[in-house]
C-alpha cells in the first residue's frame, strides 16, 4: 500500500497544488489548513509523514512539530517562507527531518518526501508490480517484460495508481483525479481513451485485456492473470 502524507497548510489553493503533485507520484494525501487539526489528524491518523507549514493558523507548523516530536518518530518536512539561517535552524531544533523554503519545485519536494520514507522505511517500494507489468516511479519508466513501454504523463498516472492497488476498483472520476484532467475541457470518458492506449501497450491481445480489465458500469483493475 501507498504510504499516507498528511499536509498542512493554510494556503488552500497551495494546498491543493501540493495534493495534486504528491498524489500524482503515488502518495495517498489529507489535506489540512490549520496546525491545531494538523495535530489532531496526526494523531488519529498516524501518517507515514507529515508535511508542515510553518505560518498557520491555530499552532504554527513549529509547534506542531515540536508536539509531534514529543509523541512520534513521525518524519517532518516543512515547508518555509523564511530564508534566514536561524529561522530554518528553529525548524531543524523542533525535530523537523528536512525543510524546504518557498518557492520550490514539485519535483524537488516529492524527491525529499522519498528520502524521508525510505529514511524511515528501507522497505519502502520505489518499483511495483502486477504479473509482467513493472512501473517504476522514481524513473517514471513503464515494462512489461523486458521491454521499455512509453506512456503519456497522464497514461503513466493511471497504471501507476492502478499497479499500486492490484485488485481494487477505480471509477473513471478516481482516475481522472489522478491525471491532469480537472480544470481543462476533459470528462470521465477521456479516462476510456487513455485505458485504451495503456491496453494497446501493455496487454498481450488489446482487444482482450487480460490485465487492465473493466469493471462494468463502475471503472477499471489491475489483476495478475498469470496467477
Known amino acids: ?30 489535506i489540512t489548513h490549520d496546525g491545531r487539526t494538523a495535530l489532531d489528524q496526526a494523531r488519529r491518523l498516524r ?9 498557520m493558523p491555530e499552532l504554527d507548523g513549529l509547534d506542531v512539530c515540536a508536539a509531534l516530536r514529543r509523541e512520534s518518530g ?6 518555509t517562507a523564511r530564508t534566514s539561517e536561524d529561522d530554518l535552524l528553529a525548524g531543524l ?29 528501507p522497505m ?11 512501473v517504476d516511479v ?9 521491454a521499455v513501454v512509453d506512456c503519456t504523463p497522464d497514461e503513466f498516472a493511471i497504471l501507476a495508481t492502478l499497479v499500486r492497488h492490484p485488485e481494487r476498483v477505480f471509477t473513471r472520476a478516481n482516475l481522472l483525479e489522478q491525471t491532469n484532467g480537472y480544470g481543462r475541457d476533459s470528462t470521465e470518458r477521456a479516462i476510456d481513451t487513455h485505458v485504451s492506449n495503456l491496453r494497446r501497450k501493455i496487454e498481450p491481445n ?9 469493471v462494468y458500469g463502475v471503472g477499471y483493475k489491475l489483476i495478475d492473470a498469470s496467477r
Not at 524513473?139 to 523486458?146: D, L, T
Not at 482482450?208 to 473493466?214: C, E, F, M, S
Open 47 to 55: 501518517p507515514d509523514l507529515v508535511v508542515l507549514d510553518v505560518m
Open 138 to 146: 522514481p524513473r517514471r519508466e513503464v515494462r512489461v517484460g523486458e
Open 74 to 79: 513521525v518524519p517532518v518536512l516543512m515547508l
Open 124 to 134: 519502502v517500494p520505489d518499483v511495483f508490480r502486477v504479473g509482467p507489468i513493472a
Open 1 to 30: 500500500m501507498s504510504a499516507h502524507l498528511l499536509v498542512a497548510e493554510d494556503d488552500r489553493k497551495h494546498a491543493e497544488i501540493l495534493r495534486r503533485c504528491l498524489e500524482s507520484a503515488g502518495y495517498r494525501t489529507t
Open 93 to 121: 531544533d523542533r525535530g523537523a527531518d528536512d525543510y524546504l523554503t518557498k518557492p520550490y519545485r514539485p519535483r524537488e519536494l516529492v524527491a525529499r518526501v522519498r528520502a524521508l520514507l525510505r529514511r524511515a522505511d
Open 206 to 214: 488489446p482487444r482482450r485485456p487480460a490485465y487492465l480489465v473493466t
